[in-house]
C-alpha cells in the first residue's frame, strides 16, 4: 500500500447536490410480494430508504458545475484565481474529450488552469484528495477545485432489486488551497487489481464498443433480476469479501499513519455501501460507532464516487480530525485522515435542472449540423 503524508493543504470548503427526483423504498413494496413485515426486514438490515435519481437529461457534469458554482459563490472565491480542477467520475458526458474540460468552460475558468480527469469509482474522492494534496504541497498550484460524482442509477435497470434500490446520484465541489498553518494530511491507498472483473461494465469501450448485439442483450438470473449491455456486473458475494479484507485494516491504517487513536478521531466517513457492510466494517476495525453514520445510505442510497462526501455534508457540527474510508471499483481503496478546522461545509442541496435544457433529439441534431459545418 502507499502511504503519504502533506502538509500546509487546507480544505476549505466541500458543497453536495443531490437531483429533485427520489424514490421511497416504501412505495416499492411490490418488490417485497407486497409484504410490509419482509420490507421492514429489509430496512432494518440493508438499510433502504431514499434514493436520488437523475432525469434522462442531466449528466454527472451538470451536476457538479451546479455544486461548485453554489461552493464558489457562497465561499465568495473568485474563479479567475482557480489554478487546477480535477474531475473524478465514472459517468463520463461524452467518451471524449474529459469532463474536466467541459467543467472548465462551464464555469468560465481561465486559460492558465490545469483540468484533468480521473475514472473511479467509491475510491475516486480520497484519490483525488491525495491528488490535490500533492500538487498543493509540490507548489505545482496553489488551489484545487475538486468535482466529484456519479449518475449510477443511469446504468441501472430501476427492477433489478440487486443494484435498484442500493445506488443513488450525487455530485460534489470540493476546493483546497495552500495555507501557512501546520495541516497535515495522510492518505493510505491501494489496489487490488486482480479483482478488475468483480465491478465491471465489459461493453461500450474499445475492448467490446457498443453494436446491435450488445445493445439488444437482455440477460436475467435466477431471481428474474434483469441485465443489459449497458449495465455493470457486480459480483456481490467476491466484492463483500474483498470489503470485510481491505476496509477494517484501511481504518486502523490511516489513523497509525496519521498517529491518531479512535478518541482523537471526530467522524469516521466510511463508503456508504449500505448499512450491513458499515455497521460490519466498525465492528470489525473496533471503531466506536457512534461515529461512524451509517444512516447517510438510507437518506442518500450508495453514492459511489461522491458516498464519503455525501457523509461528510450530511454532518451539522463542526469538524475537527475526520477519516475517510472509501473502496470499490478496480479493486481499489483509499483512506484519508484530515484536519476540517475551519472547513466550510455548504451541506447538501437539490439541483434544479435548467427548463431549457435541450432534449436528446435537439443534441444529436446539432451534432450532425456541427459536423456538417452549420453550427458553431
Not at 51 to 66: C, H, K
Not at 106 to 134: D, I, P, Q, R, T
Request: proline share 4%; aromatic share 10%; glycine share 8%.
Amino acid at each position: 500500500m502507499t502511504v503519504s503524508s502533506f502538509n500546509h493543504v487546507c480544505l476549505s470548503g466541500i458543497k453536495t447536490v443531490v437531483p429533485e427526483h427520489f424514490i421511497d423504498i416504501d412505495n416499492e413494496i411490490q418488490y417485497f410480494d407486497n409484504n410490509p413485515k419482509k420490507l421492514a426486514r429489509q430496512k432494518k438490515m440493508i438499510g433502504y430508504g431514499r434514493r436520488y435519481i437523475t432525469d434522462e437529461n442531466t449528466t454527472v457534469t451538470d451536476m457538479a458545475v451546479y455544486a461548485a458554482k453554489k461552493l464558489l459563490e457562497e465561499m465568495q472565491i473568485n474563479r479567475s484565481g482557480i489554478e487546477s480542477v480535477i474531475f473524478v467520475n465514472q459517468s463520463p458526458d461524452y467518451p471524449e474529450p474529459c469532463d474536466a474540460c467541459i467543467a472548465h468552460d462551464k464555469l468560465g475558468l481561465n486559460e492558465e488552469c490545469a483540468c484533468f480527469s480521473v475514472s473511479l469509482g467509491c475510491s475516486g474522492y480520497v484519490y483525488a484528495l491525495w491528488l490535490a494534496h500533492s500538487l498543493i504541497a509540490s507548489k505545482a498550484v496553489r488551489n484545487c477545485l475538486i468535482l466529484a460524482g456519479d449518475v449510477s442509477t443511469r446504468k441501472i435497470e430501476q427492477t433489478n432489486r440487486k443494484f435498484a434500490p442500493v445506488f443513488g446520484d450525487a455530485c460534489s465541489a470540493s476546493f483546497l488551497q495552500y495555507t501557512n498553518e501546520e495541516k497535515t494530511a495522510s492518505f493510505v491507498l491501494g489496489t487490488r487489481g486482480k479483482g478488475w472483473n468483480k465491478i465491471v461494465m465489459p461493453f461500450g469501450g474499445i475492448r467490446i464498443p457498443h453494436g446491435k448485439d450488445t445493445v439488444s442483450m437482455r440477460v436475467a438470473d435466477a431471481a428474474g433480476n434483469e441485465w443489459n449491455g449497458r449495465s455493470a456486473i457486480m459480483k456481490g458475494e467476491d466484492v463483500f469479501n474483498f470489503t470485510m479484507d481491505v476496509a477494517p485494516a484501511l481504518l486502523n491504517d490511516t489513523m497509525k499513519a496519521a498517529n491518531w487513536r479512535a478518541d482523537d478521531v471526530d467522524l469516521f466517513a466510511i463508503h456508504q455501501a449500505n448499512k450491513q457492510i458499515v455497521e460490519n466494517i466498525v465492528s470489525k476495525a473496533g471503531i466506536p460507532p457512534e461515529k461512524a453514520p451509517v444512516d447517510v445510505f438510507s437518506k442518500y442510497a450508495n453514492n459511489s464516487t461522491n458516498s464519503v462526501v455525501t457523509v461528510v455534508c450530511d454532518q451539522t457540527k463542526p469538524l475537527k480530525n475526520v477519516v475517510l474510508c472509501a473502496f470499490g471499483i478496480g479493486l481499489s481503496w483509499g483512506g484519508a485522515a484530515l484536519d476540517l478546522s475551519g472547513m466550510y461545509n455548504g451541506g447538501i442541496s437539490t439541483y434544479v435542472s435548467p427548463k431549457d435544457k435541450p432534449t436528446r433529439e435537439q443534441q444529436i441534431q446539432y451534432w450532425a449540423k456541427y459536423f456538417k459545418g452549420e453550427e458553431e
